[in-house]
């Protein structure tokens, strides 16, 4: 009797560590609207341009919003190359009524593939962990020339979707419905939650209190 007592008090703290969901070490794809494989359009996309190109400076800014909370581990864009210094610079950043705001992380991406050549090589940044992407909150990621002469393009998705576009000629944000630029954002899942870890650590407390009681029943 004394062994059936504690085993079902052993039944029940396991089942409750079992329904405490456990974080996934696998990513999760938060955003992503490039095409099967990795695809995209290799022929067209958003012009970036640094001042001293035609048609002098442009940036480019597209949004995404996580549907869940995320710790931030990868980053893949389709960028290519058109002329001057092969490297543009790329931001995350904060929403600032509904335009791009404050650069949560910054980065450049260097020696991208002619416009034209290929549909295969996309650029890819990881991260380390710190980013945490909050549920429902829009983030943008902006896309920059690097040199006064750099111009180089943000290829378009191959799938069709369209969408909210921020653009800066130099001076101020301007959004528009535009083709989207291919890109991926990835991450791990954040489970769980700090108050899900005090529920089980009170319902642990209170299982081994029911144990102790037990044996001292039994006795």
């Known amino acids: 009797m004394k062994n059936n007592h504690i ?40 012009t970036i341009a640094g001042t001293q190109s035609m048609p ?11 549907n869940a909370r995320f710790d931030l581990t990868e ?6 190359w058109v ?7 790329v931001s ?9 705001g404050r650069a949560l992380a910054s980065w450049s991406f260097v020696g991208l593939p002619q416009v034209g050549t290929t549909n295969s090589i996309v650029q890819t940044m990881a991260f380390a962990h710190g980013i945490v992407l909050q549920p429902g909150q829009t983030y943008w990621l902006v896309t920059a020339p690097f040199a006064g002469n750099t111009q180089a393009v943000w290829n378009l998705n191959a ?5 909210l576009g921020a653009v800066n000629f130099g001076n101020v944000w301007l959004t528009t419905q535009v083709p989207s ?33 037990e044996k001292a029943a039994i006795r």
């Open 7 to 46: 085993s079902r008090s052993a039944v029940i703290l396991l089942g409750l560590v079992a329904s405490f969901p456990i974080a996934s070490k696998a990513d999760s794809i938060i955003f992503s609207d490039f095409g099967p494989g990795h695809s995209y359009n290799s022929e067209a996309g958003l």
């Open 83 to 89: 002329a001057g210094v092969n490297e543009v610079t």
């Open 92 to 100: 995350l950043d904060t929403n600032n009524g509904g335009a791009p």
């Open 181 to 213: 630029g291919a890109f991926e954002v990835l991450g791990k899942s954040v489970v769980p939650e700090p108050n899900i870890w005090f529920l089980f650590v009170t319902g642990l407390i209170g299982i081994l209190g029911a144990i102790r009681k």
């Open 159 to 163: 799938t069709g979707v369209t969408g």
């Open 75 to 80: 980053i893949e864009m389709a960028l290519g």
């Open 56 to 66: 002098g400076f442009v940036e480019w800014g597209e949004p995404f919003t996580p």
